[in-house]
């Protein structure tokens, strides 16, 4: 639809609930979001209304920030027509605004396939590039290749941020490699969210570097940017009494609202009773859910590609050919919200963190993550259960 129009239902935005609401969109963007009793027809042009089943939830269009491909597609493999097929498939399904997610790879693979995505980016298909590597580490490398990885290199880093053009939004860090700080420093500088993950680092190690990556990305001046934490609990040591490891630095900086941490809540990568605790330790507002998705995303069990990796899928789990290890998701952001609440999760404070906490990550508060006056209009419409009833990304109704 082009011309003016409403939408009605309960409203979930920025951690609460409003029943009886309305969203009116005007060429595009959100012009009245909140109680219907509150909505000024008059002051808005004609508004068509369109109808929706009773019990309808109006969501903000959801935000992943950690996503490698979907429907067949995968980003790392760097083809357009692939990439731009998973984009399609990820707004259709309610993610209206994502990063696509790189894995470590040779150095010809990754420019190659950030000069695609990049273009994705300047079509604005895409808000930009989370590059899952190289510099990791090869203790906890999980579903990367090894044989790819390396210590920091600032002449590296200048290559893949020359090839990205801007677009390069986050990028995955093992802070105990040698270089690392220098690193921090350089992606800081360039606007890009450092995100501590694939990481064998104790706890002091993981502290400070999260710290001061969080202190020099205000320094940067990025509109409520702050460092992430990539896939929590996955890629690291888990917790230990005598050996806490990196968890126990990420959730009490995660609880000092210094960093977010990203979860995998899709029901494989994390157990339930995981998501719950999380939550309740650190809250919604420094939770970014994410889904890892990767080219199965959408479609049936069977082998499909990783970057250079070949991956097995059976029941919804992708793992590694060569090894079993866990290589991505298949799940949609949709799906992980609604596998959120169904731990226990509050569905606003689950909306809260697939919506309104990735934005402020990428500084895009401004614009999407909320459902209110002013914003992009991205609207995700869905039944009492989180199943998908329609998806408006820019004003545009989507199939």
């Known amino acids: ?36 009793a509150g909505l000024d027809v008059a ?9 929706l089943p009773p019990g309808s939830m109006l969501l903000p269009g959801l935000i992943d920030l950690h996503c490698h491909g979907a429907a067949g597609g ?7 027509g692939a990439a731009r ?14 990063l696509a997610s790189l894995v470590t790879a040779p150095r010809g693979e990754l420019l190659r396939s950030i000069g695609t995505l990049r273009r994705l980016a300047d079509d604005g298909l895409i808000a930009g590039i989370h590059a899952e590597g190289p510099f990791l580490s090869q203790a906890r490398c999980g579903a990367q290749d090894p044989r790819f990885l390396r210590d920091p290199d600032l002449h590296f880093l200048g290559e893949l941020l020359d090839a990205a053009s801007g677009h390069l939004r986050t990028m995955t860090y093992a802070p105990e490699l040698p270089g690392a700080a220098e690193l921090v420093l350089e992606l800081a500088s360039n606007g890009v969210a450092p995100s501590l993950g694939h990481t064998d680092a104790d706890t002091r190690t993981t502290a400070d570097s999260l710290t001061e990556a969080a202190r020099l990305l205000a320094v940067s001046g990025a509109d409520r940017a702050r460092p992430t934490v990539t896939h929590l609990f996955n890629g690291m040591p888990p917790l230990h009494h005598r050996s806490p490891g990196p968890v126990a630095a990420c959730l009490q900086l995660a609880a000092a609202e210094r960093v977010a941490v990203e ?10 009773e995981t998501v719950r605790m999380v939550f309740g ?11 890892d998705s990767m080219a199965a995303t959408g479609l049936p069990d069977g082998e499909y590609d990783l970057g250079p990796a070949g991956v097995v899928v059976r029941d919804g789990e992708a793992r590694l050919r060569s090894n079993g290890a866990l290589a991505g998701g298949t799940a949609t952001l949709l799906d992980v919200v609604r596998r959120t609440v169904g731990a226990g999760v509050a569905p606003a404070d689950a909306v809260l963190s697939a919506t309104a906490v990735p934005a402020g990550v990428l500084g895009l508060s401004g614009e999407v993550g909320s459902l209110r006056a002013g914003l992009r209009a ?22």
């Open 74 to 80: 995968d980003f790392p493999g760097g083809d357009p």
């Open 1 to 36: 639809m082009t011309s003016p129009y409403l939408l009605t239902g309960t409203l979930l935005t920025d951690g609460t609930t409003v029943g009886d609401a309305a969203v009116a969109v005007v060429d595009g963007r959100i012009a009245y979001a909140g109680p219907w």
């Open 378 to 399: 991205d609207v995700v419409v869905v039944d009492p259960d989180f199943r998908l009833v329609r998806v408006v990304r820019g004003g545009e109704v989507l199939a």
């Open 43 to 51: 002051s808005l042009p004609a508004l068509a209304h369109v109808e």
């Open 281 to 291: 330790l650190v809250g919604a507002a420094n939770v970014a859910l994410v889904t």
């Open 85 to 98: 097929t998973a984009v399609d498939f990820l707004h259709r399904s309610g993610t209206t605004t994502l």
């Open 263 to 272: 979860l995998v809540a899709d029901g494989v990568h994390l157990d339930p």
